[in-house]
């Protein structure tokens, strides 16, 4: 069956990095996009960043981008996630999620494959 698994989470100071790691399995990684999804206390979930099966094409959310680096090792069934100058608004659960298809979507509603998600707290 599909599993993703989060990792790399953690307390970072503000202007810290941290790295999130998607670990996947059950499906054929290499033919499918990944995204990473965040939930802030009180907040809805929010799209952070996608990247295509080939990993040629990658999005951000405006928030986070030209901080945030979304990568892919399709050897290792691994997707990453470089967060650099991160913020204390950055704090939140982050998830990786699948749909099964080539392509990104910004709606969480799109899909149907979560992991159980990383705790990213930017404080200082």
């Known amino acids: 069956q599909v599993q993703l698994v989060e990792s790399g989470g953690g307390l970072v100071q503000p202007g810290g990095s941290l790295r999130l790691s998607c670990a996947a399995s059950g499906f054929t990684f290499n033919y499918y996009a990944i995204a990473w999804f965040r939930r802030a206390p009180g907040k809805e979930r929010e799209g952070v960043s996608c990247?295509?099966?080939?990993?040629?094409?990658?999005y951000y959310s405006d928030s986070v981008k030209g901080r945030f680096t979304i990568t892919r090792d399709n050897a290792k069934n691994t997707v990453y996630l470089q967060m650099n100058s991160l913020k204390p608004e950055d704090t939140a659960v982050y998830f990786c999620a699948t749909r099964l298809y080539v392509y990104c979507s910004g709606d969480a509603s799109d899909y149907d494959y979560w992991g159980q998600g990383t705790q990213v707290t930017v404080s200082s």
């Open positions: 990247i295509r099966s080939s990993g040629g094409s990658t």
